[in-house]
Structures are given as C-alpha cells and as structure tokens.
C-alpha cells in the first residue's frame, strides 16, 4: 500500500533522510520509532507531499506521490488522514465544525447527512457531548481524540499519525494508541505511526522500525526490535 524507495532530504549540509527504503501492506499498522530529530515528521510530510525529496520515490496505493503535480496533490492528500502532533484543530472552529468543514468542503452530502455523521465520529472516541466546545476548552487527549476523528471523517484509507502521545499523561498516552489500533483496525486503514515512545508504539502497531542516520533499521515485534545487535537500536530501546 505505501512503498518508499530511496528516499533522500537534506537542509544544508545535513543528511536527514539518506535513501530510505520502508514498505507498509495493506491494512497494516507500522511505528516508525526514533529519538528527536532523525527525521520522523520530515519522512510523514514527505508521505503527503508536503516536502519534496532530493531523491527517491513514494508510492501510496499505487499513486506515485513524488509525481504529482499541485492541484493532483490536493486531490491525494483528501484521501489521507493526517494526525499531526499538535492537532491542529481550527482554534475558531467548534469541535463539530472542525469536523463538517471537510464534509462540506469535499463531499455532497446534505446537511443532515453531515451532522449523522459528525455525531457518529465523535461517539466513536468518545467525545459526544463535546463537539459545541472549541479546542481551547478541551484537554490534550480531548484534542488528539477529535483530530483523530477529523482525519478519519472524509473515510481514508491510510492514517498517518505524528507523535500522537506527544504532551500525554501515561493514561491518556495508552488510550489514544489504542484507539489508534482499533479505530485503524476499524475503518480499514493503512497506518504509519511515528513516535519515540517505545511502549505506546506497540500498543498501536503490529511491528516497528528504527529511524537511524536516515535509514530504517530492523522490522518487526518489540521482541524481535530487542534481539538487534545495531548499537543505535540497543541505545534507543533501553
Ligand atoms: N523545513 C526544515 N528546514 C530545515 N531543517 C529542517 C526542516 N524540517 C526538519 N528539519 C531538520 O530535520 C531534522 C529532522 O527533523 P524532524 O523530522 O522534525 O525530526 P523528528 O524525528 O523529531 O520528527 C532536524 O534536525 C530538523 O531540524
Ligand atoms: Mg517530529
């Protein structure tokens, strides 16, 4: 479903992603782990074309993202959900206004369509009752849960998660990655996860992968991530 080859970004002289290659299948949920700084946000923003690589190919569904032009680019990243670490709710919006906004803005339904279904995805992390606040009135787990639900609202099929326990107490942290499984596991998406949180990675994503000097490094299980030998790997682990 996602496939990324070769993949190169540097600013200045500093290498940050150094021909990377990373598969994700279809329905599959992926951490991309590594301290701050090694290049997690610039390899997400470059998954939505965002950022434009020195070298190297992404191919999402079949679509070669690096390819596209700008107004194909906006047709492509509707049909990505992006859970971006800050939110980034629409401060002067209510939580049910951020999310109709996307209904109205790229669909067809009617009004009372929008509602049904901005009602539904609120219940559904189990925010019902809070979509008359505005972001500034909700917790930080609050926020994360109604970005999750607006990047999920327009039905995408791939969600791409930025450090989504980032500002989270332990609790909050552990139920905003497991809502990120169910809710992926749910709607039937492909899912990239950055995060330098170990623990919650798993609680989210079938395997992981280290981020080390541009490259990914190991696949597979926290069991499996723990039995490398890579120096880098151990130190990020422990
Ligand atoms: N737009 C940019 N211009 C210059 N440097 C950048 C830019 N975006 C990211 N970087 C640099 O790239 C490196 C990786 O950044 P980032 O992907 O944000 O790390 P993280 O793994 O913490 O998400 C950092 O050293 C950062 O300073
Ligand atoms: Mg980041």
């Keep these: 479903m996602i496939s990324v080859r070769g993949l190169s970004k540097s600013f ?21 782990m590594g301290p701050s700084g090694t290049g997690k946000s610039v390899l997400l923003l470059h998954l939505i074309g965002l950022m434009a690589p020195d070298a190297g190919e992404i191919y999402i569904d079949g679509i070669n993202v690096t390819r596209l032009k700008e107004r194909e680019l906006l047709k492509f990243r509707r ?5 971006f670490q800050d939110s ?64 999920l609202v327009l039905g995408s099929k791939v969600l791409l998660c930025d450090e989504p326990t980032s500002g989270l107490d332990p609790i909050r942290s552990r139920d905003i990655s497991m809502l990120i499984r169910d809710l992926s596991r749910q709607h039937g998406c492909t899912t990239v996860i950055t995060t330098h949180d170990v623990r919650n990675a798993f609680r989210s994503a079938d395997s992981a992968v280290v981020l080390c000097q541009g490259r990914a490094v190991g696949r597979g299980s926290e069991q499996a991530l723990r039995g490398l030998t890579d120096p880098f790997v151990k130190e990020f682990l422990e």
């Design 88 to 151: 980034a709710l629409y401060d002067f919006m209510t939580v049910e206004e951020n999310l109709s906004f996307p209904l109205k803005e790229h669909t067809r339904l009617k009004a009372n369509e929008i509602k049904a279904k901005v009602e539904a995805f609120l219940k559904m992390v189990d925010m019902a009752g809070a979509g008359s606040k505005y972001p500034s009135e909700l917790s930080g787990g609050m926020r994360k849960r109604a970005a999750l639900a607006r990047a």
């Design 79 to 83: 049909q990505v959900g992006y859970l």
């Design 12 to 32: 200045g002289g500093q290498k940050v992603l150094d021909g990377l290659d990373l598969d994700v299948a279809r329905g599959e949920i992926l951490a991309v």
